[in-house]
């Protein structure tokens, strides 16, 4: 494996970072400056953020507790923090590695600048700086809409963190979500919550869902012998339904226990809302509640 890469994207305002399986996308808006010395504090951080996981991996792939463990990493620990309080589910800090790297840049990127928007993308699960103001919006993939819907998150909405999880993502699922995106106070807080609502949106036993253990895909997963999504069919309205409300009870029950600020919940074009999103783009369906990303 290659060690730490850093170059710029071909419009020459995006950082690209990649390390192994990390791969991520950065930018900042703001005076040139500060920008740039912005980004050279992000690379530096970079340069060791894969080993320090590695070193920890085998405990970051165990179980959380609803007491956290301590590690030694500070992306570790934000991992950890971000899946203790979800840890009455099967849940490990695993769940919430791609937006604890996301945060973990971001306050590198972040430190002593004076910035007036900043991203850390990674893999679609992002941490966001906004400043006074300041809006961003973010396409979410893997909707079923067929075009990606679109979020714009203000300053004054106190998200900074958004993380998509559903079957047909990069990351295994349990659940049959195309996708769920969530909007919390940090990457990490939404990209757990992401993964436990998504792997909720589910029909059990259902002969139409491909499942299959998640170690003989890969080996050293987290999830072991639980059964992954690998695949589904046809379903009707009605299980559409239900599904989507098995996940949607989730999220509303972290959003009233304050973990989460909303969420956005897909399946074969169906979608349920949690909180204040307002979804734009290709959506022949109409919310009753808004927010963006």
């Excluded at 020459?12 to 399986?21: A, C, E, Q, V």
């Excluded at 620990?77 to 604890?100: D, N, Q, Y």
């Excluded at 400043?131 to 075009?147: E, F, N, R």
């Excluded at 059990?204 to 059964?227: C, I, K, Q, T, Y």
Aim: net charge negative; aromatic share 4%; proline share 5%.
């Amino acid at each position: 494996m290659n060690g730490p890469q850093a170059h710029w994207l071909a419009d020459g305002r995006r950082l690209h970072l990649n390390h192994g399986p990390i791969d991520l996308i950065v930018e900042a808006f703001g005076e040139p400056d500060e920008c740039r010395a912005a980004y050279a504090q992000a690379v530096a951080r970079f340069q060791t953020i894969l080993t320090e996981l590695v070193e920890e991996l085998p405990e970051l792939r165990r179980p959380a507790s609803l007491k956290p463990r301590a590690f030694a990493g500070p992306t570790a620990r934000r991992m950890e923090a971000a899946v203790a309080p979800l840890a009455k589910s099967f849940i490990t800090p695993m769940a919430a590695v791609a937006g604890s790297v996301a945060d973990e840049i971001l306050s590198a990127l972040l430190a002593g600048r004076r910035l007036d928007r900043a991203y850390v993308n990674n893999g679609g699960d992002s941490a966001i700086h906004l400043g006074k103001g300041q809006s961003m919006t973010l396409a979410i993939a893997g909707t079923g809409h067929g075009m990606a819907d679109r979020i714009t998150i203000h300053a004054e909405d106190g998200v900074y963190g958004v993380a998509t999880s559903g079957w047909r993502g990069r990351s295994f699922s349990l659940g049959i979500a195309d996708a769920v995106t969530v909007l919390a106070r940090t990457g990490a807080e939404a990209d757990a919550a992401a993964t436990l609502i998504a792997n909720a949106v589910d029909l059990p036993g259902h002969p139409a869902v491909e499942r299959v253990p998640a170690r003989e895909l890969a080996p050293d997963s987290d999830l072991g012998e639980r059964l992954v999504t690998q695949g589904v069919g046809r379903l009707s309205e009605a299980e559409i339904a239900l599904a989507l409300d098995n996940g949607l009870a989730v999220a509303e029950d972290f959003r009233r226990r304050g973990l989460i600020a909303a969420s956005a919940l897909f399946l074969a074009g169906e979608t349920r809302i949690s909180g204040s999103v307002a979804l734009a783009a290709p959506n022949k369906h109409k919310t009753k509640e808004t927010a963006h990303v």
